[in-house]
């Protein structure tokens, strides 16, 4: 599903230029729960920023699905991320001004669904994660595990073909971070690729593989 051939990633701040990913390749398979672990600052994020082509690596090659992404001109990998990838963030990153049906619908829309397919699509997949009793609140009404739980359903409600999940339960207490990485489990059982950063280990026994990043390499991997 996506090879990450010989990434290297490269931040410049003036004259000084920090080497963040150093010829990493990594190779994961349709399907697959992958997370990715590792101390403050070894890449992690980074990496699956780099993965999710929400940047663009300073060499290397990212092949998702037989297409090689960085060689795909800017409108290109944005019409590809939108129709292909989703994403979940540690800040749920929701429009506060929007209700959780709204904020789901968004995304749709820009894909040129018209507005009753769009809003049939974020019902169901609302009611797939059990929030259809939420559908007409607002960001400030929900509780931080409910809100994550929008943002995974506004993230799969396209049906990609990669889930990219970055610190999902950073910001959560334990019950909302165990119901979330529930929702994880359901949909990996129902054959969704996801790649997620953490730094919680009692969460990758939900998950195939684990990969360990230091200093910007993959140091380890772990089967579960």
Do not use: W
Request: glycine residues 6%.
């Amino acid at each position: 599903m996506i090879k990450a051939q010989h990434i290297v990633k490269t931040f410049k701040n003036g004259s000084v230029e920090t080497r963040v990913l150093k010829d990493v390749s990594l190779q994961i398979e349709q399907g697959e729960f992958i997370a990715i672990m590792g101390k403050s600052g070894a890449g992690k994020s980074t990496f699956m920023y780099q993965l999710g082509l929400l940047d663009h690596p300073t060499s290397g090659d990212i092949i998702i699905d037989d297409i090689n992404a960085t060689s795909l001109n800017h409108d290109d990998r944005t019409r590809f991320r939108l129709e292909n990838l989703g994403y979940i963030f540690q800040d749920y990153a929701l429009v506060p001004e929007l209700t959780a049906i709204e904020n789901v619908i968004v995304p749709l829309l820009m894909q040129g669904k018209s507005d009753d397919e769009a809003t049939e699509i974020a019902r169901a997949s609302l009611a797939q994660i059990g929030l259809s009793h939420r559908e007409n609140n607002l960001p400030s009404q929900m509780s931080g595990g409910e809100q994550q739980r929008v943002s995974i359903a506004r993230a799969v409600a396209h049906k990609p073909k990669i889930l990219f999940a970055d610190e999902p339960t950073a910001n959560l207490d334990n019950v909302s971070s165990e119901s979330v990485m529930d929702v994880f489990r359901d949909l990996h059982n129902q054959g969704q690729t996801i790649i997620m950063v953490t730094h919680e280990p009692e969460y990758t026994r939900y998950c195939n593989r684990v990969i360990y990043l230091s200093d910007g390499q993959i140091v380890d991997e772990k089967k579960i």
